[in-house]
Structure formats: C-alpha cells, structure tokens
T-cell receptor, first 120, second 118 residues
Framework: DSGVTQTPKHLITATGQRVTLRCSPR?????VYWYQQSLDQGLQFLIQ???????AKGNILERFSAQQFPDLHSELNLSSLELGDSALYFC???????????????????FGPGTRLTVL | AQKITQTQPGMFVQEKEAVTLDCTYD???????LFWYKQPSSGEMIFLIY????DQQNATEGRYSLNFQKARKSANLVISASQLGDSAMYFC???????????????WGLGTSLAVNP
C-alpha cells in the first residue's frame, strides 16, 4: 500500500459526459501528479500540483482540468468525454513535508491504485 | 523522438535466474534521474530503483540493480534470482532537470512484460 488513495476504482460512462476523479496523497506529501495510461500511448504525464499551485503541465487536453485543494487532495475533471479517453488514470504523490527530500536525493513518486475509466 | 526506449516488449526468464531489462534514454540536460517501476497485473505502479545522473555508483535495492552506462545513455534493470512474483510490466522513466527543480514530471517508456517461468 503506497498510501495514495484514488476514487473511484472503476468508472463507466457515456460519450459527452463529465466525470471527476479524486486523489488523496500520502500524508505529508505536497506534490500531486496525474498520469494517463492507455494501451496505445503508454503512460503520459498530465499535470503536477505542488501545495495547491500548478507546477508543470504535460499532454493534458483542454477538456481536462485539475486542482489541488488546501487539504492537498486533488481532483481531475474530464469533460465532453470521448471513446479515446478510456484509460487508467493514476495519481502519484511525492515531496514529503516542507519540501524535504530523501537523503539519497531521490524523490520517487508513489502511485495510487488508479481509476479505470471506460467511455462507451 | 522517443526519450525513453525499451526495446523488449516481452521477456521470459526461468525462476531463480537473473534477467536484464533494457532502457535507453535521450536527453541533453546534464542533470536527470532515472527510475524503474513495476506494474503487476493488479495495475498498481510500484517504485523499484532510482539512479541520478551524477551518482558515481550503480544503484542497488535488494535483488534489483541498475546497470548505468552514462556514455551509452542506458540504464538497464537487472533482477537477480527471479521469483514468480516478478512477473509484471516494468517501466523505465526519466525526470529531466535537477532533483530540487520545480518540474518533476516523469517521461515513460512503453514497458517490458516479464514472465517468470517455474
């Protein structure tokens, strides 16, 4: 158990709909990352938040948005869903408290179990 | 161009033998980090090992070791004494930029599926 939680585990919806995926990082972690894993494109970085602020943006579509709340949990909103949005969406966290990194210099990301989204 | 290349879509290994999973990377940044993650059939991503670009020694974590050849831009994962539970997808990933930087996104390879035979 990584300590990162994601809900829901599975989500089945129809094209054109809007869904919200939720992530709670490990206790003390300030950074949250969202990734999309699809069969044809592998793992793609979507967006990173650090202590409530957006820090890095990847291949995130305009139909997608995210935010990180004061309690550090994060939500990924996907709207106007298309068949191609079907994928496994991962949330990861890192950073420890007050930005203190491990002595080894590693700042590995701890992944949640993922949300499997199926768009029909 | 692919930044992380894993050339072996699938690998087989006999239980208790060692196996090497290949990873080559492409970056012009002198400071970067390389990660290996394991994804079993249950879907979760499990961190295995990390190598920093300035690390003098190859990283080791239990049965996992990283054969880091900087000039060749390769970071192969070596699993010693394979176990049935090692059967999974293995992903190589890279963080460009220093560890203390703000941009900490990981760039991923397409993975290698490892099957351990009894």
């Amino acid at each position: 158990d990584s300590g990162v939680t994601q809900t829901p585990k599975h989500l089945i919806t129809a094209t054109g709909q809007r869904v919200t995926l939720r992530c709670s990082p490990r206790s003390g972690d300030l950074s949250v990352y969202w990734y999309q894993q699809s069969l044809d494109q592998g793992l793609q970085f979507l967006i990173q938040y650090y202590n409530g602020e957006e820090r890095a943006k990847g291949n995130i579509l305009e139909r997608f948005s995210a935010q990180q709340f004061p309690d550090l949990h994060s939500e990924l909103n996907l709207s106007s869903l298309e068949l191609g949005d079907s994928a496994l969406y991962f949330c990861a966290s890192s950073g420890g408290s007050a930005g203190v990194f491990k002595a080894s210099g590693t700042d590995e990301q701890f992944f949640g179990p993922g949300t499997r989204l199926t768009v029909l | 161009a692919q930044k992380i290349t894993q050339t072996q879509p699938g690998m087989f290994v006999q239980e208790k033998e060692a196996v090497t999973l290949d990873c080559t990377y492409d970056t012009s940044d002198p400071s970067y980090g390389l990660f290996w993650y394991k994804q079993p059939s249950s879907g979760e991503m499990i961190f295995l090992i990390y190598q920093g670009s300035y690390d003098q020694q190859n990283a080791t974590e239990g049965r996992y070791s990283l054969n880091f050849q900087k000039a060749r831009k390769s970071a192969n994962l070596v699993i010693s004494a394979s176990q049935l539970g090692d059967s999974a997808m293995y992903f190589c990933a890279m963080r460009e930029g220093p560890n203390a930087g703000n941009n900490r996104k990981l760039i991923w390879g397409l993975g290698t599926s490892l099957a351990v035979n009894p």
